[in-house]
């Protein structure tokens, strides 16, 4: 069974500082999709990124961006230029990428980020 | 934002009384799913669907049934309800195929269960 691995209960960051949210997975898949969701005060589960494991580029958007190491299993979250409303609880997520029918989406426990005025 | 709503947003009962939350999607996805949000267990698949009267469970199903009469709505029902039940409740929706199999999100509903 896949399972994913928040390490970091909590960080902080500076306003316009970097930071990054760690996240591993185990799985004995080849093809799969991993997700960075975002989870603010207000509790609206918000997709931040996605990253198909077939692809060697990096996701981006904006100022989120991925660290995809696929043979370490790590997928790393980085916030460039933070603001107040990075503010949330952050979960990786994992689904395999077979064909047919639903797919489990294994959901790590999250990573609370404070952002520090 | 995919347009997915929770109802209702919050509850409060009591032990012993059979709750109903609704989701209601106007994607017309195909999936959908209820999980709940306890701390330190992330997001927990309880029921999904996968069409119309197509229901499946998912790993913490027990005490919880579902029903998915029309595709735009998916019913999470509490037979009779714990004070372990008391959660955040998030029903999802996804697609088939490339670009559109991500799930998506509704509000939330939290429910106390006294």
């Known amino acids: 069974a896949q399972t994913v691995t928040q390490s970091q ?12 949210l760690s996240c591993t997975y185990d799985t004995s898949e080849s093809d799969y999709y991993l997700f960075w969701y975002k989870q603010p005060p207000s509790r609206q589960m918000i997709l931040v990124i996605r990253q198909e494991a077939y692809k060697q580029q ?36 994992y689904r395999s990428a077979e064909s047919g029918g639903y797919q489990k989406v294994t959901f790590g426990i999250g990573t609370k980020l404070q952002v520090i005025p | ?17 059979p709750v109903t939350l609704r989701c209601h999607q106007t994607e017309n996805h195909r999936y959908m799913y ?3 949000q306890d701390p330190g267990h992330g997001l927990r698949l309880i029921h999904y669907s996968y069409g119309v009267k197509d229901t499946d469970k998912g790993e913490v199903s ?53």
């Open chain 2, 34 to 36: 209820w999980y709940r």
């Open chain 1, 58 to 93: 990096n996701a981006t958007e904006n100022r989120f961006s991925v660290n995809f190491q696929k043979a370490a299993k790590s997928f790393s979250l980085k916030i460039s230029d933070s603001q107040l409303g990075d503010a949330a609880m952050y979960f990786c997520a």
């Open chain 1, 9 to 20: 209960p909590e960080m902080s960051v500076q306003e316009a500082e970097t930071v990054t």
């Open chain 2, 1 to 17: 934002d995919a347009g997915i709503t929770q109802s209702p947003r919050h509850k409060v009962t009591e032990t012993g009384t």
């Open chain 2, 62 to 114: 027990d005490g919880y049934s579902v029903s998915r009469s029309k595709t735009e709505d998916f019913l999470l029902t509490l037979e009779s309800a714990t004070s372990s039940q008391t959660s955040v409740y998030f029903c999802a929706i996804s697609g088939w195929g490339s670009g559109t199999d991500t799930q998506y999100f509704g509000p939330g509903t939290r429910l106390t269960v006294l």
